[in-house]
């Protein structure tokens, strides 16, 4: 159990590990998620699902070191046990109706989308893609993305990959050009996620996001993890953490990512705040 | 008893009450009027054969001691500590009419310190399977009696330690977490199965277990959904709850940071809302992390509040003032979302609502705001919905609580029985272990029957 099957190095920062569980990958659907500890003294983190093999009894994530833990867990081989791997968490993701689907991927937020895109992909709805990164060394998935959506858009914001630009330029694009779009599923950094629903919203596309608030138990019980949403306050945890994006409360949860950056930034010497 | 002085404790975690000596204990014992019909059991949830227990340690037989405690609890070390004795047990102690009631809590616990357990029962190997769900006070309880009636018992944790509330909820400094961890290991020497980071409902369905042979199932998974008070300024950083507070401080050892890995962030000046055990834990825990002041946000009286008296004293002790008779009204933050305020209105008590307590009433135009960078919410918590809305027909009632019958624990779903907090709503560890028990001899029942 919660042994590393195999770790592929996707940039010099991001890891794609898949983990042997198999009680979690018989239950996994898109949009899950897991929480893990590497070590006695370690926090409890939560990560998106990346993908899941039922018949292989194994889990997938992707991960950046950017923090303490997620240094310590990209230091781990393939062979080694995480000595926590609890889930899958949350509820998995109601993915729009319709037969035209924009999934939107920004940064660590591609890893989330592919389960996302590959569900849809199995009930034969037509995916269009949109994969967007800082620069092209940190871009992943493409391949992968590219055999599962019928169109595939990839955007950089130094241009050294595909299109120079954001991920909203794209979609700006695909709804002047587009007839008709069903809904939008987009996860990736709370500011990108942000500026893409203040674009649908004017078009009143139905938008799917996924919030990775802070939490540590993942089962409801701290309230670390709330959110608005609305007019109501939810827990991240257990009612998300997919969310109408129309509603969601960014600017709430933009600051309250920013609640240990101070003790982060203490531990890992610099001030970068996980940016570097 | 003797206690840590309150300057120095203020600054570690160690335990504040440090425990009866030989001689206290043998002296306090022997105060004892070995009724011979003790009302003090009668204040016991598990019918503790207390005169007996108490009369060993007189004899100077603390071996003989423990076996009298041990034929009804298990966790003689934890309910030591945390009971509220003065409501149970030592209410009830006839010395008390007259003179300080006989010290019941302190002598189990100084029994279960000085005496080390010995596994003497054998292990269920061959009985039927049983799961409990949570390890805490309800779920341990239930195992343990389960155990002794020859069962083979699978507790699943959906946290990565085993204690529940425990663990995770209790400061170390009330209840050393080895302590726990003793108690729960002779358990499992005794032969129960422990498996952690399994979220019943999440990772395995209720129903999937009884599926797997499980031929009952005990649901003590608590009171894990934290209230707050729907009031503006509610989600402003330095805003917790008081579960996550403690989670970071106790499970996760952030008093330890950075040495262990989670963070806990505290500031100058605390307020912790609420007023019962829970609350009274945040405040000294804040206070231990480095804060100036801490106060407590009441909307009633000191009479009415909650906490055990022993924790409000030591409360006081250490520095945490009281604000009673005061409501929050909201909480403001500085430009970057910072907590910087929180807004109260004075209360007065008028005539007695449904709890019998005088209900608090806002007093007009008396508003006020007290400075603060951290608010602690310490107002009660809900049950945990994780496993009710993962299980079809379980009913509950209008409070999200499992609905079982009041004779057998047994819930809507045959075979399932449910007991603790996520019956009653959060009460005390010796309530819910109670319940445990009482679940473990209808399980018992229900399987001779089945």
């Known amino acids: ?240 953490p997919s969310f109408d994006g129309l509603k969601v409360d960014f600017d709430e949860q933009m600051r309250r990512l920013k609640m240990y950056k101070e003790e982060e930034e203490k531990v890992l010497g610099c001030k970068c705040g996980g940016e570097c | 008893m003797p206690y840590q002085d309150p300057k120095k404790r203020i600054k570690n975690f160690d335990e504040v009450s440090l425990g009866y000596d030989k001689d206290l204990a043998i002296k306090e014992a022997k105060r004892c009027l070995q009724c011979k019909k003790p009302s003090c059991v009668k204040g016991c949830p598990v019918g503790i054969d207390i005169p007996s227990f108490i009369k060993e340690i007189s004899n100077d037989n603390y071996k003989g001691a423990l076996e009298k405690l041990k034929e009804k609890n298990l966790l003689p070390a934890i309910c030591g500590r945390v009971c509220p004795q003065e409501d149970q047990c030592e209410k009830l102690c006839i010395v008390g009419k007259k003179n300080e009631p006989i010290a019941i809590g302190r002598l189990e616990r100084f029994v279960a310190d000085n005496q080390k357990m010995t596994s003497k029962l054998k292990p269920g190997l061959e009985g039927e399977k049983v799961a409990v769900v949570g390890s805490g006070p309800a779920g341990l309880a239930c195992a343990s009696e389960l155990l002794q009636r020859g069962y083979r018992v699978t507790i699943f944790e959906a946290l990565h330690k085993p204690g529940g509330v425990l663990m995770y909820g209790i400061p170390e400094f009330r209840l050393p977490k080895d302590v726990v961890e003793q108690e729960i290991n002779q358990l499992v020497d005794m032969g129960v199965e422990l498996q952690t980071n399994m979220v019943i409902g999440q990772t395995i369905t209720l129903l999937e277990l009884l599926e797997k042979g499980y031929k009952a199932v005990f649901i003590g998974s608590g009171a894990g959904l934290p209230f707050f008070l729907n009031i503006p300024g509610e989600n402003l950083n330095g805003v917790y709850s008081a579960n996550e507070f403690l989670t970071r401080a106790n499970l996760m050892k952030a008093y330890l940071y950075p040495k262990w890995e989670t963070p806990l962030r505290v500031g100058k000046k605390v307020v912790v809302v609420g007023a019962g055990n829970v609350a009274m834990d945040s405040a000294r825990t804040a206070m231990r992390l480095g804060a100036k002041e801490v106060s407590i946000v009441y909307r009633r009286s000191e009479a009415e509040m909650p906490a055990r008296k022993e924790e409000i004293f030591h409360a006081k002790e250490e520095g945490i003032e009281m604000n009673l008779l005061t409501n929050p009204i909201s909480i403001e933050g500085d430009a970057e979302g910072w907590v910087n305020k929180i807004r109260c209105i004075n209360m007065e008590l008028g005539d007695p609502d449904e709890s019998g307590r005088r209900r608090p009433k806002p007093v007009k135009g008396s508003e006020f705001t007290i400075e603060v960078d951290t608010v602690i919410m310490a107002i009660g918590q809900g049950a945990n919905p994780v496993i009710p809305r993962s299980t079809k027909n379980l009913n509950l009632n209008d409070k999200g609580n499992i609905e079982v019958d009041s004779e057998t624990g047994q819930t809507s779903i045959e075979g399932v029985f449910a007991g603790g907090d996520v019956v009653t709503g959060a009460a005390t560890v010796i309530q819910a272990m109670g319940a445990g028990k009482q679940c473990a001899e209808s399980i018992d029942k229900y399987i001779k029957n089945n």
């Open chain 1, 1 to 240: 159990m919660n042994t590393i099957i195999s770790k592929d190095i996707l940039s010099p920062s991001i890891k794609r590990y898949v983990i042997k569980n198999s009680k979690i990958a018989a239950k996994a659907e898109a949009g899950q998620f897991i929480i893990l500890r590497v070590h006695e003294k370690g926090e409890r983190i939560p990560l998106t699902i990346a993908d899941y093999d039922r018949e292989k009894g194994t889990v997938a994530i992707v991960f950046q070191e950017v923090g303490n833990t997620t240094q310590k867990l990209g230091e781990m081989e393939v062979g080694d046990k995480i000595l926590d791997f609890v889930g899958p968490l949350g509820v998995p993701t109601t993915l729009p109706q319709g037969d035209n689907i924009v999934c939107i991927g920004g940064g660590m937020g591609i890893a989330p989308i592919y389960p996302e895109v590959k569900s849809l992909y199995n009930k034969g709805v037509k995916v269009t893609g949109v994969l967007g990164a800082r620069t092209k060394d940190i871009l992943f998935f493409s391949n992968e993305m590219d055999k599962i959506c019928d169109k595939l858009y990839i955007v950089t914001d130094d241009g050294s990959q595909g299109r120079k630009g954001f991920v909203t330029d794209v979609l700006r694009d695909i709804i002047k050009n587009d007839n008709k779009i069903d809904g939008v599923i987009a996860v990736g950094p709370l500011p990108m996620m942000k500026a893409v629903c203040d674009i649908t919203k004017v078009h009143n596309i139905p938008t799917i996001v996924s919030l990775n608030s802070l939490m540590v138990d993942g089962t409801g019980m701290c309230g670390g993890c709330r959110v608005t949403i609305g007019d109501e306050v939810k827990f991240a945890c257990i009612d998300g």
